[in-house]
């Protein structure tokens, strides 16, 4: 209890040291965000999976270090065009020795297929804040069309480097095995659900 109590009295002292511009907030008005080139901000930017596993629960893990670009203009949401690459060998779990099976022929295969693609083809917005992105997603060396939902999160100068930067949550569903990733169907599952933290830093 003592540990705890510790632990918060420091946490609080931070925030109370805090110098005003890192308080400051970023806008969640999707339509007042800078128009133009957005670059992957590779720091923040997570893609979560997570697949049934045995029937017993839902296991998850991340890939990360993703890099890519958006071509973003608020008043023209259709025009919108994403471009990432994601590193199959950033694949994380809470097991050392899943990430390195992970890594081998018999799932993903990072060294024949190093990195997954996805490439926006439409974009069709849903409201003020959020948006279905249709793309084509190349994964184990086979390319298919998938869709995402994508929610706006907020806008403005990021206090730490000071660059303008907007933020996403990004959502779906993909079965690995229309993309021969097919090892233990059907005790591990084939529904593979994505949930996609995605920060981007305007260019220029």
């Known amino acids: ?81 994403l471009d990432v690459s994601i590193p199959i060998a950033s694949v994380s779990t809470t097991s050392a020795e899943l990430d390195g099976k992970l890594k081998s022929p018999a799932w993903f295969d990072a060294a024949a297929y190093p990195n997954a693609t996805f490439v926006s083809t439409k974009v069709t917005p849903m409201g003020k804040t959020r948006a279905q992105v249709t793309g084509t997603l190349t994964l184990h060396g086979i390319s298919k069309p998938e869709t995402l939902t994508a929610t706006f999160v907020g806008a403005g100068v990021n206090p730490l480097d000071k660059k303008y930067t907007v933020g996403f949550e990004a959502t779906g569903t993909i079965r690995r095995g229309d993309f021969g990733v097919r090892t233990y169907l059907p005790l591990v599952g084939d529904d593979v659900r994505l949930t996609i933290a995605g920060a981007f830093e305007l260019q220029g």
């Open 1 to 81: 209890m003592k540990t705890s109590l510790h632990l918060a009295a420091l946490c609080a002292g931070a925030l109370a040291a805090m110098p005003p511009a890192l308080a400051q907030d970023a806008t969640h008005v999707a339509s007042t965000v800078q128009s133009g080139t957005y670059a992957v901000e590779p720091s923040h930017t997570q893609v979560g999976f997570s697949l049934l596993h045995l029937g017993f629960s839902y296991y998850s893990g991340v890939f990360s270090s993703v890099s890519g670009t958006l071509q973003l203009d608020p008043a023209h949401l259709a025009d919108t065009r």
